[in-house]
C-alpha cells in the first residue's frame, strides 16, 4: 500500500486503530478490490436507502455481540462509498483530514477505471481511514459470530439487489481474513458472471 496511499495516513497509524490495523501491508490488489467491493455495495446500499427512506436494515442477533455496530458500520461504508464524510468526532483521528487519501498516480488510475472505481478517486484521507475502520468493525463481528461461515445476510430489498450485495460483502470479509482471492475470480463471483 506504501506506493499507492498518503504516507500521513500511514504515519497516522492504521496500526494505532483497533478495526484498521487488518489493512497494515494490504496488497495494492487486495485494496484495488475492496475499493471496488465497496462500489459495488454502497451503490446497492444507496439506492436502496433512497427508494425505502432508510437504511436496508436485518434483525439478526449474535451471542457475543448485539450487532447494532455491524449495521452502523455497513451504514457508514455505504455512507463514504457515496462521498458523504463522517460527523464530527465519530473517529477523530485529528492528523487526518481532507487531503488526498491516495497518491496522484493512483488516484488518475482510479478515474479512468470502471465504474465501480471512480467513486474512490477522491477519498480523503478520514474517509479512506474510516472505510478501513469500518470494513473491519464489520468483518470481526463476522468472524467471531459466524466463526468463518458465510454470514447469513438477509437484507429486506428485491432479490436481485440483495444477492449482488451479499455476494460483495462475503468478499469484502474475505479479503479482510487474507483468504485467497483470485481478484478476477471474484469480480465475476459477485457480478454472477461465472
Not at 497516522?12 to 490488489?29: E, F, H, I, N, P
Not at 459470530?145 to 440483495?162: I, M, N, R, T, V
Amino acid at each position: 500500500m506504501i506506493d499507492i496511499v498518503s504516507q500521513k495516513i500511514l504515519a497516522a497509524g492504521l496500526q494505532g486503530g483497533k478495526y484498521s490495523r487488518w489493512a497494515v501491508g494490504l496488497s495494492a490488489d487486495y485494496l484495488e478490490l475492496l475499493l471496488w467491493i465497496v462500489g459495488v455495495y454502497g451503490n446497492e446500499y444507496n439506492k436502496a436507502k433512497i427508494k425505502a427512506g432508510n437504511s436496508p436494515r436485518q434483525a439478526l442477533t449474535c451471542y457475543k455481540w448485539p450487532l447494532e455496530r455491524m449495521f452502523i458500520a455497513l451504514d457508514k461504508i455505504a455512507v463514504t462509498q457515496a462521498g458523504g464524510d463522517l460527523e464530527e468526532g465519530f473517529l477523530d483521528f485529528r492528523p487526518l483530514g481532507s487531503a488526498p487519501a491516495f497518491t496522484e498516480l493512483f488516484r488518475k488510475h482510479l478515474t479512468t477505471s470502471e465504474s465501480h472505481l471512480k467513486w474512490a478517486a477522491n477519498l480523503n484521507e478520514r474517509q479512506f481511514f474510516s472505510l478501513l475502520w469500518q470494513v473491519g468493525e464489520h468483518a470481526i463481528r463476522v468472524d467471531v459470530c459466524w466463526k468463518g461461515q458465510d454470514y447469513p445476510y438477509d437484507f429486506d430489498l428485491a432479490p436481485q439487489s440483495e444477492d449482488l450485495m451479499q455476494r460483495a460483502l462475503q468478499v469484502m470479509v474475505a479479503i479482510f481474513r487474507r483468504d485467497d482471492i483470485d481478484v478476477s475470480a471474484a469480480k465475476n463471483k459477485v457480478l454472477c458472471t461465472v
